[in-house]
């Protein structure tokens, strides 16, 4: 009876292995996600934005509640090589970064840039890092996915 | 104001430039703005290609171009990545493009208006001679109605009347030629060009044609006091203007009544065939009493044909009686008819004649042959050979008997 189990116990681990090692193994490196120019989205009555181009729709209404704010007039958004997207408005205080997760964008990082919130910022893809340009002063921040450059 | 609007323009495009220039010195830009202005400008650009009107406009939007491409050019990656699938370079070649075809479409604008401009000063020129000889016309017609029983002061207005004519057929036969030159081979493209460009016009040649036809018709139904060369020269001019309308007529319609050609084609043609009309009706009762008034009386005839018959009818039945008589009175009849033939009705009336389609070449050679006829059987027989006869036998008689009368 005992060596029976034993028999049964093998063989369902033995089995579980030999599942676990035909699973999906293949792997793209290399991928650029980079997105030219950054995406200038009017957000709907439902807080939600959605960009055609780069096929892509979420709600920003955690990033308002994240800074205080009840609404925007547009947000940017770009993406890095990486595939991290960037997010930031004016009025904002904080670039979002965010990773594409299944059906959900999880933050990655939160980089704070102007305590007075930005004025007119913009995104420019400058090869490997990321560009916020605040028009409104003249300021430029360089970033990556992580933090300020 | 146009000219403002443009001047206005042209300096905000400048500034447009210079400030993303400016921008772009500074690197404190933002690549979606560039992208941004790159579409605005360049819609702005092809809005301007395709609406200029003139080649001054096309010389402006030239530079432009030149410069919105060298502010752009450094950004050719950028903006080949946001307009994808399109392309910096397309964009710039199909704006080229535009240019180009603008400007080959203002240099036909340019070449019709001018056109236009060369057509509405002849037209004017034209109505303005017409309507000059028109009441020239007028006027010697009245005075003509007032001096009938004037002789004197009649014939001097008829005359001056005729000169007016004279003038005018000249005039007509001018407009004539310059419409056959110019419309008689038209391609369609051309045609509908002059088509679009005559609605500027307020007078075209079309209405030119069908007042001089008008006034035509007036001076025939109108006048009295003319004669038959009178009007064999009117028949002249008729055919002269019918063979031109023939060869002309489709063209013009279509390029000066171009919603209605073939109704507009058809009333001119109704308007030669009235002025015939009128001329007939006064050419056959005029060459009648022309010969009436040389003694000559023809049968009655009332068209071409019946005329040439009435010629032939009166030569043969005088030739069939000189040869069955052969006497003075139609030697002199032969005389007198070959006389008139010959020294008016040939001599002057024959080109009015044969290009008014009285009679034809071949009509007026047979009727010359039957006069030859005619002469042959008028012309008083000889008796010198009966004399001479006579006389020989009067001669020999004569030696006989004085040789018998010696023996």
């Given at each position: 009876m005992v060596q029976n189990k034993r028999t049964a116990l093998i063989t369902g681990v033995v089995l579980l292995l030999l599942t676990a090692a035909c699973g999906p193994s293949l792997v793209i490196q290399g991928v650029d996600y980079a997105q030219p120019v950054e995406s200038v989205l009017i957000p709907g009555d439902d807080q939600t934005v959605h960009d055609q181009r780069y096929a892509i729709r979420f709600s920003i209404a955690p990033l308002l509640a994240e800074e205080g704010v009840d609404s925007v007039d547009e947000i940017r958004l770009i993406r890095n090589s990486s595939g991290y997207y960037f997010v930031t408005a004016a009025g904002f205080t904080n670039v979002y970064v965010m990773n594409a997760a299944e059906s959900e964008l999880q933050l990655q990082a939160t980089i704070e840039i102007s305590g007075s919130g930005l004025g007119n910022p913009a995104f420019n893809q400058r090869g490997d890092h990321i560009e916020l340009v605040d028009l409104a002063s003249g300021n430029v921040y360089r970033m990556n996915e992580e933090e300020l450059l | 104001m146009r000219i403002r609007i443009n001047h206005t323009i042209s300096i905000l495009f400048t500034l447009m430039l210079v400030a993303g220039v400016l921008s772009s010195a500074t690197a404190q830009s933002s690549d979606y703005e560039i992208q941004q202005d790159f579409r605005a400008e360049y819609e702005e650009l092809v809005s301007w290609v395709d609406n200029a009107v003139s080649s001054s406009d096309l010389n402006e939007i030239s530079d432009r171009i030149d410069g919105f491409e060298e502010v752009y050019t450094e950004h050719a990656s950028l903006i080949n990545s946001a307009i994808f699938p399109d392309t910096f370079g397309a964009r710039m070649s199909d704006l080229r493009s535009r240019y180009t075809a603008a400007v080959q479409n203002i240099e036909t604008i340019e070449q019709l208006n001018e056109r236009v401009e060369e057509l509405a000063g002849e037209v004017e020129q034209q109505r303005a001679r017409l309507d000059e000889l028109n009441a020239q016309a007028d006027q010697l017609l009245a005075d003509i109605q007032q001096s009938e029983a004037n002789e004197e002061r009649l014939s001097v207005l008829v005359a001056q009347y005729r000169q007016n004519i004279e003038a005018k057929d000249e005039f007509v036969s001018g407009v004539l030629q310059q419409l056959l030159q110019r419309y008689q081979s038209l391609d369609s493209s051309v045609m509908a060009e002059l088509s679009e460009a005559s609605e500027q016009l307020d007078d075209n040649p079309l209405d030119i044609i069908r007042t001089i036809l008008a006034e035509y018709i007036n001076q025939t139904d109108q006048?009295?006091?003319?004669e038959a060369p009178d009007y064999l020269r009117m028949k002249t001019q008729h055919n002269y203007f019918r063979d031109i309308w023939d060869r002309i007529g489709e063209n013009v319609s279509q390029v000066f009544a171009s919603d209605r050609s073939v109704q507009a084609e058809q009333e001119v043609t109704d308007l030669l065939n009235q002025w015939d009309s009128s001329i007939d009706n006064k050419l056959w009762s005029a060459l009648t009493t022309a010969f009436n008034q040389n003694e000559i009386t023809l049968n009655e005839f009332n068209s071409s044909t019946t005329f040439y018959n009435s010629l032939e009818a009166y030569v043969g039945e005088a030739t069939a009686v000189s040869r069955e008589v052969n006497s003075e009175e139609d030697f002199e009849n032969f005389r007198n008819f070959s006389g008139y033939w010959n020294g008016i009705v040939k001599s002057q009336w024959g080109e009015y004649l044969t290009k008014g389609e009285v009679l034809t070449f071949d009509q007026i050679s047979s009727i010359d042959r039957q006069l030859e006829e005619w002469n042959q059987a008028a012309s008083p027989t000889s008796n010198l050979m009966l004399i001479l006869f006579l006389v020989s036998i009067a001669v020999i008689i004569g030696l006989v008997v004085m040789l018998v009368s010696k023996k």
């Open positions: - | 006048v009295s006091g003319l």
